[in-house]
């Protein structure tokens, strides 16, 4: 096994770990969410509060679906790239998955961050500018794609 190979088997170790926490914060959420409400806000909850519970319960697992679906595609996408296929359209059309996810998570946490709390933009502006490198890769995936297909028309 190459280094390569072994830093893609840890990668998509890494991500199997991520999406198994992702699973977990999924099955608890609600109970996460009881207890992090009354200590952003130091307060009583109010009736506003219980309406606003329940609209970030709903963005939360809207960016969970979005993460789940991120990181099964990342573990796919790495699982190819492992076995030797890297210039493929699979791969291209996984990272334009990834970038729609991230730019979805961001669009969510933006949401969540003007009901709940201004310290959450910091994941939006994380998750938009991840969007913009998994797409600057993309492009130099359909490139090299390009120069692949173009190159075996010519042998």
């Known amino acids: ?34 207890a992090i409400l009354p200590a952003v806000h130091s307060t009583n909850i109010t009736f506003l509060d219980q309406h606003r519970f329940v609209i970030i319960l709903i963005l939360g697992y809207c960016c969970a679906a979005a993460l789940l679906i991120m990181l099964v595609t990342m573990y796919r996408f790495l699982k190819r790239i492992e076995t030797g296929m890297l210039f493929t359209a699979e791969n291209i059309k996984a990272l334009q998955i990834i970038s729609q996810c991230c730019l979805a998570g ?18 939006t502006i994380a998750a938009w500018f991840m969007m913009l490198i998994v797409r600057i890769v993309e492009s130099a995936f359909a490139r090299a794609l390009a120069m692949k297909d173009e190159l075996d028309l010519t042998i």
Not at 12 to 25: H, K, T, Y
Not at 106 to 123: D, F, P
Request: include cysteine.
């Open 106 to 123: 961001g669009a969510l946490t933006l949401l969540i961050a003007i009901l709940y709390t201004r310290w959450l933009l910091v994941i």
């Open 1 to 34: 096994m190459t280094a390569d190979q072994k830093r893609v088997r840890i990668t998509r170790i890494l991500v199997l770990v991520f999406l198994m926490v992702s699973i977990l914060m999924c099955i608890f959420g609600v109970q996460f969410e009881k």
